[in-house]
């Protein structure tokens, strides 16, 4: 079945890269509040959440970069057909 798309309304250029992006941020932000609040965080034998902020990081920059490359792949190989 044929999808089915209003007038006037355009499918949006999703490929990731703006929500890795933005998930790296948060995880970064967690990361920084966590170390702020490192005292708090040993006395309730939390220290945990700093290693979990520091992987949420790690991979969100790992996410950040293969997005990217994928993005800009699949750019080149659009460009490659219009012009081929």
């Known amino acids: ?4 798309v209003p007038p ?13 992006v933005i998930g790296t941020v948060a995880w970064a932000v ?4 966590s170390l702020v609040r490192w005292d708090t965080l ?5 220290e945990w959440w700093v290693g979990t902020c520091a992987v949420g990081v790690v991979i969100g920059v790992v996410g ?7 993005r800009a792949r699949s750019k080149q190989s659009a460009r490659s057909a219009a012009t081929g």
Do not use: F, H, W
């Open 1 to 4: 079945m044929p999808e089915i």
């Open 8 to 20: 006037g309304l355009k499918p949006l250029d999703v490929d990731g890269v703006t929500a890795s």
């Open 30 to 33: 967690a990361l920084v509040v």
């Open 42 to 46: 040993a006395a309730d034998n939390q």
């Open 64 to 70: 950040t970069s293969y997005t990217a490359r994928r």
